[in-house]
């Protein structure tokens, strides 16, 4: 555990120190005294809460968008058996197969067609179709281990199929629910490539991992300068981790049967 | 409250039927039981009763209304679920008035409903608890009370205590029928136990791959089963079935059964050739008798009360391949009440009466009469 969180401790404490000893060997991880002022200096100087707005709405849509499909199509392979539905369920997993690079073309030029390059939508769209083949699997595993009785009773007691999973399957599958949002939000987050491929020439829409890589210099980089913004990137993830906690914790459907 | 009429009802999944041509009237009010093996397909007939799945054919009626293509919101039946079926994001009090929200009745009215069902089955004071924070008896009680708060025309109940241990099963059998005794509703129950079938039933129904064995009351169900399936599953433990061959005994019809020429009255075997005898574990005893036969006994079981004695019968013994009757393949079974001590290996002389001996036919396995 310690080693996992060695790189972050490097991160935080090259973003506190002075640019001169960021690449010096050993590295220093207990910065003395530690420089604030690259924190104050970047978020002064560069449009960090552009950035931090602009991927909060890239991974926030991608979460909507992609668990409104994976919820329904979830359940639908869970409870539903159709003829093909083995079948249908792995070639969505197929998707997920392929690499996202490889994606990247295609996705490019059907969005030139319909005018969605350099518009935020692109990623929202594109990061969805990564993530939904995979939260589709993560919440039909999930579905399946809650008991079909559920909304047996849901529905003798008076609700419609899809009034039985929005009442009662939805809610007691919200640890199920957290992790895969907390997974999607992640990805959408941490893309790269296609904000580099989609975004380029629209600063204004520019996430916060693309933001970060236009801080290299051609000759000289300042590496403390990246760490701390690096810092205000991740912080968003951490608070969403600690929002989603008591969920992903929890076991709900505890009680509903023996 | 509502009699069901069940019209030719049948169930396929592909080619495979399930559930085959099912006809049954079930009075206002009635306390029915349907019981057999695993997979006889009596929980699919509970399920397509509350339009949880379709019946392949027939018509079901609640009382005059044609359900059958209702949906299940649409029926005005309850049901209580094996697992219990709670939900558990829910408070007791939340669970036991969800289908009352459902069906739009205002706050002031659930309350007290749910107030007066909690009562009836002694939850009351759990009101504002979670599932997971009772026990599995006080589970029941509020499955139980999520049933009965909605006054429905029928309750449909899939087998409800076989999550339970034994000493509790026993003690909300008897719940459940005091339950019924005050309310009164019509209630179809599912068991694979034949216990809870007999001790709660005013009717049972027995069902073997989807087909339906014997309708009767439990008392008849017991004394005159129809056929060798029915007689092997009603009672614990399961009748002995023995070897019978037709003869004659003084120039009258006889069956000989353990070596041994039994007259078999004034029932006709109408050319059966082969013939199967069933005795009831309990109608066996020790000491000479009208028939007796010495037999070894090859293991004792003391129940305090009464002893299970079984006896080697060699190849007498027919193998009657049902779930109920696990004690067949250790020998002949007989319940003992008398004290006494009866060692294993000893030589017993062992008595019954002709009257207690049922005769199946072997190709029909329908009962003699």
New interface residues.
């Given amino acids: 555990m310690r080693s996992v969180n060695i790189p972050d401790l490097l991160v935080v404490s090259n973003g506190s120190l002075d640019h001169s000893r960021t690449e010096v060997l050993p590295p220093t991880f207990w910065p003395d005294p530690p420089q604030w002022k690259t924190f104050a200096k970047v978020w002064e100087e560069r449009p960090i809460l552009l950035w931090l707005a602009n991927s909060t709405f890239a991974a926030l849509g991608s979460v909507t968008l992609s668990m409104f499909v994976s919820v329904l199509a979830g359940y639908s392979l869970s409870r539903f058996q159709v003829r093909g539905g083995n079948s249908l369920g792995l070639f969505i997993l197929t998707a997920k197969m392929l690499p996202a690079t490889l994606l990247v073309i295609p996705l490019f030029s059907i969005f030139r067609n319909v005018g969605l390059i350099g518009s935020i939508w692109s990623l929202v769209i594109a990061h969805s179709t990564l993530i939904i083949p995979f939260t589709t699997w993560m919440l039909k595993g999930y579905f399946d281990t809650i008991?079909k009785?559920?909304e047996?009773?849901?529905?003798?007691?008076?609700?419609?199929p899809l009034?039985a999973m929005i009442r009662?399957i939805l809610?007691?599958s919200?640890p199920g629910l957290a992790a895969t949002s907390l997974y999607a939000f992640v990805l959408s987050w941490a893309d790269y490539a296609y904000a580099r491929t989609f975004l380029t020439n629209s600063q204004d829409n520019w996430t916060a991992n693309l933001g970060i890589t236009t801080m290299r210099g051609e000759y000289v980089t300042d590496w403390n300068e990246i760490a701390a913004v690096s810092v205000f990137v991740a912080i968003p993830i951490l608070l969403i981790y600690l929002f989603l906690e008591r969920y992903l914790v929890g076991g709900?459907?505890?009680?509903?049967?023996? | 409250m509502a009699n069901i009429s069940i019209r030719s009802v049948h169930k396929k999944y592909g080619p495979l039927e399930v559930l085959k041509t099912f006809s049954l009237e079930i009075e206002d009010g009635e306390f029915l039981v349907l019981v057999g093996p695993s997979g006889c397909g009596k929980s699919t007939i509970l399920k397509i009763l509350a339009g949880l799945e379709p019946a392949s054919g027939g018509q079901i009626f609640l009382g005059k209304r044609d359900v059958t293509d209702l949906a299940p919101a649409d029926r005005d039946v309850a049901m209580v679920f094996q697992n219990y079926a709670l939900y558990p994001h829910l408070t007791v009090r939340q669970n036991i008035g969800f289908g009352l929200r459902m069906r739009g009745m205002n706050q002031q009215e659930t309350r007290a409903r749910v107030l007066d069902a909690a009562k009836t089955l002694g939850v009351e004071s759990y009101l504002d608890r979670r599932p997971k924070d009772l026990s599995g008896g006080q589970r029941q009680r509020v499955a139980l009370g999520r049933a009965i708060v909605r006054e429905p025309q029928a309750f449909l109940m899939d087998e409800p205590l076989s999550n339970l241990d034994a000493k509790l099963r026993v003690q909300m059998r008897a719940e459940i029928s005091a339950l019924h005794k005050r309310i009164g509703v019509t209630t179809i129950y599912v068991t694979h136990d034949q216990i809870e079938a007999m001790t709660m039933a005013d009717r049972i129904v027995i069902l073997r791959d989807g087909k339906i064995q014997q309708i009767a009351d439990p008392d008849t169900m017991y004394q005159h089963p129809d056929n060798l399936f029915v007689a092997g599953f009603i009672g614990s433990p399961g009748m002995n079935f023995l070897k019978a061959t037709p003869t004659e005994l003084d120039g009258i019809a006889a069956v000989s059964i353990l070596d041994v020429k039994i007259p078999i009255g004034a029932r006709r075997l109408d050319g059966a050739r082969k013939v199967i005898a069933g005795i009831r574990p309990e109608h066996f005893s020790f000491g000479k008798g009208a028939i007796s036969v010495n037999l070894r006994s090859t293991l004792v079981e003391s129940l305090g009360s009464e002893k299970y004695v079984y006896f080697d019968c060699g190849d007498h013994l027919v193998e009657c391949k049902m779930e109920a009757q696990e004690e067949s393949s250790k020998g002949l079974i007989a319940r003992i009440s008398q004290s006494g001590r009866i060692a294993e290996g000893d030589e017993v002389p062992v008595s019954f009466n002709p009257a207690d001996v049922y005769l199946f036919d072997a190709d029909t396995e329908l009962v003699v009469r």
Avoid: F, I, N, Q
């Avoid at chain 1, 047996?152 to 419609?160: I, L, T």
């Avoid at chain 1, 709900?252 to 023996?258: D, I, N, Q, V």
């Fill in positions: 008991p009785e559920l047996h009773a849901a529905m003798v007691d008076g609700c419609s009034g009662v809610p007691v919200a709900l459907t505890a009680g509903a049967e023996k």
